[in-house]
C-alpha cells in the first residue's frame, strides 16, 4: 500500500463506502481474499473475537501466502510493514518489507489509505476494497484488497493482515520511478465481525 513514504505521491481519491446487509456473507472476487478470509475467521472462532498476531500463521494458507500482507500500527498514524508477499514485487511493486509509514501531511491524496487501516483497527471490522496499483512499467492494475484485525499480546488491535490480488490489467502510461501498490480506491466494503460468522461460530 501506498502508505505516504518519503516524497512518494499518488492520485489516492475517496471512494464509496457499502456495507453488507446484516446476517450477508461477503462475496469476494479472488480465491486468496476468500481463503484469508475463512482462516482469520476460523481462528476468531476459537478465540470467540479477534484473533491475536500469535495465533496467525500464514503458512498454514500456502497458496494464499504470496499475496499476503502485515501492516502493525507503531502508534497513530504511523505504521510498518511487517511482512509483503512475494507476488507484489513479481508484479513491479517495489518491496516495503520492513519499511516505516508515516503520512506525508502535504499530501491529501495519502489520508484514504491510512483511514482504511485506522477503520479496520478501531471499528473493529474486515474490509474489502477495489483499487488500482501502478507498477514500475506503468502498468496499472485493478487490484482487490481484503484486510482483517489482529490483536496484540494485550488484546489491543494493532495488526492488520489481508491480500492484494490483482483481477485485471487496465492499461499502460508513461514509466514512472515510482511504483504503488494503491493509487486510488474505488470500492470499500466493509465486513462486520459477525457476518465472518465468527463470534456465532458458523463456517
Not at 492520485?11 to 482462516?39: C, H, L, V, W
Not at 488484546?155 to 485485471?168: D, E, H
Request: aromatic share 6%.
Amino acid at each position: 500500500m501506498n502508505l505516504g513514504r518519503g516524497n512518494e505521491s499518488g492520485n489516492m481519491q475517496d471512494a464509496s463506502n457499502t456495507q453488507s446487509p446484516a446476517g450477508q456473507k461477503p462475496a469476494f472476487s479472488s480465491k486468496q481474499a476468500e481463503e484469508i478470509a475463512r482462516y482469520w475467521n476460523a481462528l476468531a472462532d476459537k478465540a470467540n473475537g479477534i484473533p491475536d498476531r500469535a495465533d496467525f500463521d500464514p503458512i498454514a494458507i500456502p497458496s494464499t501466502l504470496p499475496t499476503v500482507f502485515l501492516i502493525e500500527r507503531l502508534e497513530d498514524n504511523t505504521y510498518k510493514m511487517r511482512l509483503q508477499g512475494t507476488n507484489f514485487t513479481e508484479r513491479g511493486i517495489a518491496d516495503l518489507s520492513g519499511s516505516v509509514f508515516t503520512p506525508d501531511l502535504t499530501k491529501t491524496s495519502h489520508s484514504p489509505v491510512y483511514r482504511l487501516l485506522k477503520r479496520v483497527l478501531e471499528t473493529p471490522c474486515g474490509l474489502q476494497f477495489i483499487g488500482i496499483e501502478r507498477c514500475e512499467n506503468g502498468r496499472q492494475a485493478l487490484v482487490e484488497f481484503s484486510a482483517f484485525p489482529l490483536t496484540d499480546d494485550l488484546g489491543v488491535p494493532r495488526f492488520v493482515i489481508g491480500t492484494g490480488v490483482q483481477l485485471a490489467t487496465l492499461g499502460y502510461e508513461d514509466e514512472s520511478e515510482t511504483c504503488e501498490p494503491l493509487v486510488e480506491v474505488r470500492e470499500v466494503r466493509e465486513i462486520e465481525i459477525n457476518q465472518l460468522g465468527a463470534l456465532a461460530g458458523t463456517e
